[in-house]
């Protein structure tokens, strides 16, 4: 028995399972919307199923993908992958069980997200292999993501409509921008082996401007999102908060000084993914 609980916890340290902060809320957040409040407790579940069931796929993907750099990166060779703790082959598995569950969720949830999951893996592969041909795989990685409120909000209601379209715009850039931020650590290492983002291509400096651009338009998105939807006060009280979390993110990353850069990408940005959650809810509840 401890043996199988070990082998799990492998597994969600490969995914990161813990990075699903980023995704989920976005995820229900779209989903209260498109519900105009609580949507019912099949579509929560088969929502939560999917996401967890696609991101699993994803990152288990990437890992497979990437194991080769992850083995030259000193940062990420102690991986389980690079390291032989788990077998290709486990890994594969691993990852297809994952994609196969999502699929599944779609065909639970409504006819269109079963016909357009092909399309959301096609995504997730790309994004894979992406970061070896253009510094703009940020927004690829922020595209896969937008899929969490847009997805959710086709499985409540069982159509694509444009409005829904703002918040996934929001996510791209918010991704984007973090994701940005994130790449700073491994500036030397693309260089040197031939892998591209915006700080390996335009440096600290402007790589630190580009994410605060990119989190502004976030930042607006998320606004006219409120206008559009018609969202009351507790969505505006949300805004605040987020907008405060922004600064204080970006005030965390400094040229000179990156020794704040997990703080400002795995605290801040998940408290800001929870937070729109969170005052969205409470604006329809309440």
Known sequence: MNSIIEKIILYLKMIKFSHSIFALPFAFTGA?????????????????????????????????????????????????????IIKLSEAVLFTAVSFAVFVFAAYMLNPLCLKLSPVALCVLFIYSYIKRFT???????????????????????????????????????????????????????????????????????KALISARIFHVIAFLML?????????????????????????????????????????????MNGYISIAVFIFTLLDYVL
């Open 32 to 84: 209260i919307i498109a519900a105009s409040g609580i949507p019912s407790p099949g579509q929560i579940f088969w929502i939560t199923i999917a996401m967890v069931g696609a991101r699993s796929g994803a990152m288990g993907l990437n890992r497979i993908i990437d194991r080769k750099i992850d083995r030259a990166n000193p940062r990420t060779r102690n991986r389980e992958l690079p390291t032989g």
């Open 135 to 205: 510094w703009a795989s940020h927004f690829v990685l922020g595209l896969s993501l937008s899929a969490a409120p847009v997805g959710a909000w086709i499985a409540v209601r069982g159509t694509f409509d444009l409005e829904i379209i703002s918040i996934g715009i929001a996510v791209v850039f918010w991704l984007a921008g973090f994701d940005t931020l994130y790449a700073l650590q491994d500036i030397e290492f693309d260089k040197s082996h031939g892998l591209y983002s915006i700080p390996e291509r335009f440096g600290i400096k």
């Open 223 to 267: 606004v006219s999102s409120g206008f559009l939807f018609n969202l009351g006060v507790f969505y505006w009280l949300g805004m605040m908060v987020v907008g405060g979390l922004f600064i204080y993110e970006h005030s965390l990353v400094k040229e000179n000084d990156l020794s704040r850069l997990d703080m400002a990408f795995f605290n």
